[in-house]
């Protein structure tokens, strides 16, 4: 079955870095567009961050651009969110998302980042 598994996350001081992973398996993850989104503690989940099959296309929220950037190893199955420059507005749990050419839509179990000094 379908599995996203996230990790990286942890504690970090404003204006530091993480770089998030999710792990893919379950299915034919280079013909998967795959995204990021966050949220925020009560607030609703948004998208942080998209990148296409071969990686060539991305698009980010206006919050983060310039500030994180996603990449993907089709080789490893891999999707990442490099976050620079982290503020605290930036605390959230992070998740993984893809969605099927069919509507199906599959979460990873996220990860909490916390930005605090």
């Known amino acids: 079955q379908v599995q996203l598994v996230e990790s990286g996350g942890g504690l970090v001081q404003p204006g530091g870095s993480l770089r998030l992973s999710c792990a893919a398996s379950g299915f034919t993850f280079s013909g998967y567009v795959m995204s990021w989104y966050g949220q925020a503690p009560g607030k609703e989940r948004e998208l942080v961050a998209t990148?296409?099959?071969?990686?060539?296309?991305?698009n980010y929220a206006d919050s983060v651009k310039g500030r994180f950037t996603i990449s993907r190893d089709n080789a490893k199955n891999t999707v990442y969110l490099q976050m620079n420059s982290l503020k605290p507005d930036g605390t959230a749990v992070y998740y993984c998302h893809t969605r099927s050419a069919w509507g199906n839509t599959y979460w990873g179990q996220g990860t909490q980042v916390t930005v605090s000094s």
């Open positions: 990148i296409t099959t071969r990686g060539v296309g991305t």
